[in-house]
């Protein structure tokens, strides 16, 4: 059922939220702030930054993360490889998702072909141990006497010790061999043929296939930093510098070759590199207080280098230069701190994005009605553990919603979109209502009673903050009687 229709006449009610339909769009689940979304879809295909502002609970995280799943999959890898000639620069190396298929398949083409014992030659199956030297059986290399003959494979000795079965292993290990190589005519020529133990089979490489793994051997040692295969939206909120901008790791041996780590082995990436072509979400912004200044070169130049942050530490002598780091920044924050974010910050935002106001109420219309019983479907289905809610329950939540609308932004008429909130009144709901099997109107009454704020509950049983403020002195002056203003 369509939630845009709810409430709009009684022939088209609900008895269950399990009923409602779930837009697959993140997006569209973002209830009431059409103008937001509208804009965010833009930010999607035309990566623009947002800045959202607003108080909290009104959907400015989820928007955020809505806008990543409107962003194609990443499609490069970002390495950093050892420099043998100045360890301590390590090298970038950027890989595209045609790149490494390519590498991928030129790895598969030459692991080689997987034979059975029977398709080689016999000394060939003998010294990887499949074949019997006495009677030319074949058996499983992991059995070390024929069981046709009850020869040692290895030796060729029939009259084995009774102590064979403890020392065959040690005597496996020196005799049997994993690897053999040997050469076959080809035309008027030769060329190498190695034959590997795989398993209960036998892999075929050719010179040709030597030839490509050799060269896949030959390249640099690498680290990869931000793999092909991540998450294209990233948490930064209150970052430190070190886990926003990544660090060289600490090496007690200062990367010494032999016993230290490689300098490009310690490198770390930070959220922004990690939110490469993806999103970077910071909510409250404003606490990120001095380290907002390094975004600006991030987000303009599309790439920043990774140093060692501590100047006591073996990695201050390391820098990986030119790092990727084109992402989507997308900020949130309260309308209280928008002077301490830095001006510069801001002018990069709106250079290329949005700042958005987010609304805090929403006319109170059947369409609305509609998607505030949405809301309460998804939170259900997100919470998981709570029973759906009747038709009744969810007209006794929009009456709260509009209550609220009325007490804490003074709108008339209208329905809250400080849904963080009305969404602790479903799960409580859903929380006494769980022995009945569906949340009902009684079940909303008693969640509203108990999901009062402190403030609430200190006036409620004291009177006033001021009287709850005084503590046992306040309870004293009632027990005795005495007015206390």
Request: net charge neutral; charged share 25%; hydrophobic share 35%.
């Amino acid at each position: 059922m369509e939630p845009e229709f709810l409430f709009a006449n009684k022939e088209f009610s609900f008895n269950s939220t399990n009923e409602i339909q779930i837009p697959k769009d993140p997006l569209d689940q973002v209830i009431g702030q059409d103008e937001a979304v509208k804009i965010a879809k833009f930010a999607a295909k035309q990566r623009r930054n947002l800045l959202l502002v607003g108080p909290p609970g009104i959907g400015k995280s989820l928007i955020a993360q809505a806008v990543s799943y409107h962003l194609p999959k990443p499609a490069s890898e970002v390495s950093v490889l050892h420099n043998p000639e100045y360890p301590e620069r390590p090298i970038v190396e950027v890989k595209t998702k045609l790149d490494l298929e390519k590498e991928t398949k030129m790895l598969s083409q030459s692991q080689g072909d997987l034979v059975s014992p029977t398709s080689v030659p016999s000394f060939v199956a003998e010294r990887l141990g499949f074949r019997c030297r006495s009677c030319n059986v074949l058996s499983k290399p992991s059995v070390s006497t024929c069981p046709h003959c009850g020869t040692d494979k290895f030796t060729g000795d029939s009259n084995y010790s009774p102590f064979g079965d403890l020392l065959a292993p040690y005597f496996e290990e020196s005799t049997k061999q994993e690897r053999v190589h040997t050469t076959r005519t080809v035309g008027s020529g030769e060329e190498i043929i190695v034959y590997e133990r795989a398993g209960e089979k036998i892999r075929v490489l050719e010179q040709t296939q030597l030839e490509k793994l050799d060269s896949l051997k030959r390249k640099k040692p690498r680290k990869v930093i931000i793999p092909l295969k991540r998450k294209a939206f990233v948490v930064a909120t209150g970052a430190s510098e070190t886990e926003l901008l990544g660090d060289v790791r600490h090496d007690p041996y200062g990367g010494h070759a032999g016993i230290g780590v490689q300098p490009y082995l310690r490198v770390v990436p930070g959220a922004i590199h990690e939110s490469h072509e993806g999103v970077l979400f910071i909510d409250e912004i404003s606490s990120l207080t001095f380290i907002q200044r390094y975004l600006l070169t991030a987000m303009q130049e599309k790439k920043y280098s990774i140093v060692g942050r501590n100047p006591h530490s073996a990695g201050a002598s390391v820098k990986v230069e030119d790092v990727p780091c084109d992402f989507i920044l997308i900020a949130a924050s309260n309308i209280n701190d928008l002077g301490q974010i830095l001006p510069p910050l801001r002018s990069r935002i709106i250079g290329n994005g949005y700042e958005v106001l987010l609304d805090t109420h929403m006319p109170d219309s059947a369409r609305n009605r509609g998607k505030l019983a949405q809301f309460i479907a998804q939170e259900i289905r997100k919470d998981g553990k709570i029973p759906h809610a009747s038709f009744e329950a969810v007209s006794e939540i929009i009456n709260i919603a509009k209550a609220r609308a009325k007490i804490v932004d003074g709108a008339d008429d209208a329905l809250t979109l400080r849904l963080r909130e009305l969404g602790g009144v479903v799960r409580l709901s859903g929380d006494y209502a769980k022995e009945n099997g569906l949340i009902e109107k009684e079940d909303v009454k008693k969640a509203l009673l108990k999901a009062r704020n402190l403030e609430e509950q200190l006036r409620d049983k004291y009177g006033s903050m001021y009287k709850a403020s005084l503590g046992d002195v306040g309870r004293v002056g009632k027990s005795e009687g005495k007015e206390i203003s």
